[in-house]
């Protein structure tokens, strides 16, 4: 070997040594190029384990704080169900302005309608109608229809409460919803399928053969549905009763990698603001249930996509409620949580 030879071995060992001992300063090996980094230990939010990019995530904005009890001004909470029929909080709530918003009292047998200093301004009395009243809808500001998840029946009411209409054999329904013709649609697990019946009770249809869609209605007519796998989701519309109507208007994706896999385990189209913009959160977690993002995106009606937020949730409270979260009509993101002594009412928001 001549000494050029020499002289460029020597110079490949040092350049080796040295790319060596950078890489291992810096805890890799120069094997792992095409590997995630570390992703660290999750940080804890709201009793929920969160990966650690989550940190600047949304938090959520509150609205309305009203005191547990029996009064008026109050809402049933847990010390006051006896018979233990809800979660320990009201059901469910509906924004109906930016400052106002009705709020399913089922403990103490009342829809109440709260203004931003968090008093009751209205209420709908809902004795006559059973003992567990566990969602509700509203058409109009003057049609209310009420389903007691006892008794399977759904009681169609006027602005005064003064029931018009009782509707049987929904004994296993999940939540309800008016069109925008007045219709009730309503997810009943027992049909396979979306319900759709009149004020009366007469059967218009069933949005049947799709497990993933919502009861939520697109301003084209047809109902939303989000389907997910792995790392990608998909919005599309269901136009008719018949499953084969479908169109896909929207995808999404989780483009980053991770040492663990991960990928869409939740997801639901939470609702529609009064321009017609539908809003989807999808939930990206590892076999650990830690959460990689929850992201609420706001789309079109046709499904181009106008904005997102990545938020801190509140702990689910119960899995039986109607719905996680209410879309206002200004596009606020509302939810509920409570604390021992009051319910509460949030919001985020795309900005």
Known sequence: MNIKNIVLLIVVVVLASAVWLFMSQRGASVFDADKPADDGKPIMINNLKYHKNMAAAQMPSLLYEIPFGNEKDEVGG????????????????????????????????????????????????????????????????????????????????????????????????????????????????????????DQVGQLRGIYAGNQTLSIIESTAGGLYGLQFADKKAELFIQKDYNATSTVKIAEFEYELIHSKDVWFSGGEVYGCDEKGNVYVGLVVCDIDGIIYRERIYKCTPEGKKLGSVDIISSPVLSPAAPRKRVIASNGQILTANYSEDLYMISYHEIK
Request: aromatic share 12%; net charge negative.
């Open 78 to 197: 847990f010390l006051q169900d006896l018979e233990r029929y809800t979660e320990g909080m009201p059901w469910t709530f509906r924004p109906v302005s930016e400052d106002k918003v009705w709020v399913l009292d089922s403990v103490n047998k009342r829809l109440k309608l709260f203004g931003k200093d968090n008093k009751v301004e209205n209420q709908i009395v809902l004795a006559e109608m059973g003992l567990n009243i566990m969602d509700f809808a509203v058409y109009n500001n003057d049609t209310f229809a009420f389903f007691n998840n006892v008794s399977g029946e759904i009681f169609v009411t006027d602005k005064n409460g003064e029931i018009k209409n009782v509707l049987k054999g929904f004994v296993t329904a999940t939540s309800m919803e008016f069109n925008s013709k007045g219709e009730l649609l309503v997810a009943l697990p027992v049909a396979k399928g979306k319900v759709c019946v």
